[in-house]
């Protein structure tokens, strides 16, 4: 039982790359989630999922693309990276009762130059 | 909206003593539920202590305790006993009960160091 995995842990872009950060996880859990942490301002939600193929917006989602294909995975695309999304990104995952905790991946600390 | 506050930025203590965190927050729902989560120089979002908002008792965990105050939406952390492996950025959360998402909404953060 891994968890939250997170891939890849560090990468460094140039402006206007295209870049996919994946996040998978073995719990079986209908919620996932992408939150995008900086510093003074906490984590923010990006874009979340209540299950396979239903994706939504949340807090920050401009610039930024997902798809659920599956229960275990959900990636999180940047189309065309720039400065300001430069930032650590968490997948988070959790049954979808509002109950339950949410488990967190180890983060991807990204760089766009 | 909801909004979480953390007004201390920075946090230092010594080892063996007890700090607070205090954390507020601003909701116009009456069921919902509060987090801890503490992130070490390693990363990783680790839950501390939940409490839900229906439940009068303060939570506890080992060292870790709340003093969840519903009227005046404060929800502070109590550490007993600091330990260097507790130096960290603290995070207060709150998520709405039932909602269509489990979306959490974060304070900024407040950073401990304890000295030994």
């Known amino acids: 039982n891994a968890g939250v995995t997170q891939t890849p842990k560090f990468q460094v872009l140039k402006t206007g790359q295209s870049m996919t950060l994946q996040c998978a996880q073995d719990m079986n859990h209908e919620y996932m989630s992408w939150y995008r942490q900086d510093p003074g301002m906490g984590l923010r939600l990006i874009h979340y999922s209540v299950g396979a193929g239903i994706t939504d917006q949340g807090e920050v989602p401009n610039g930024y693309n997902v798809s659920r294909s599956t229960t275990e995975d959900f990636p999180l695309r940047l189309l065309s990276a720039a400065p300001s999304q430069t930032s650590v990104y968490f997948c988070?995952?959790?049954?979808?009762?509002?109950?339950?905790?949410?488990?967190f991946g180890d983060g991807t600390r990204l760089s766009i130059l | 909206a909801q909004t979480v506050t953390q007004s201390q930025p920075e946090m230092s203590v010594q080892e063996a003593e007890t700090v607070t965190l205090s954390c507020t927050y601003d909701t116009s729902e009456s069921n919902y539920y509060l987090f801890w989560y503490k992130q070490p120089p390693s990363r990783q979002m680790i839950l501390v202590i939940r409490q839900e908002a229906y439940k009068q008792q303060n939570a506890t965990e080992n060292r870790f305790s709340v003093n969840f105050q519903k009227a005046a939406k404060s929800f502070s952390l109590k550490i007993s006993d600091s330990q260097l492996g507790d130096t960290a950025m603290y995070f207060c959360a709150f998520m709405n009960y039932g909602g269509a998402t489990n979306k959490l909404i974060f304070g900024t953060g407040t950073l401990l160091a304890v000295q030994p």
């Open positions: 988070a995952s959790s049954y979808s009762q509002g109950r339950q905790p949410q488990h």
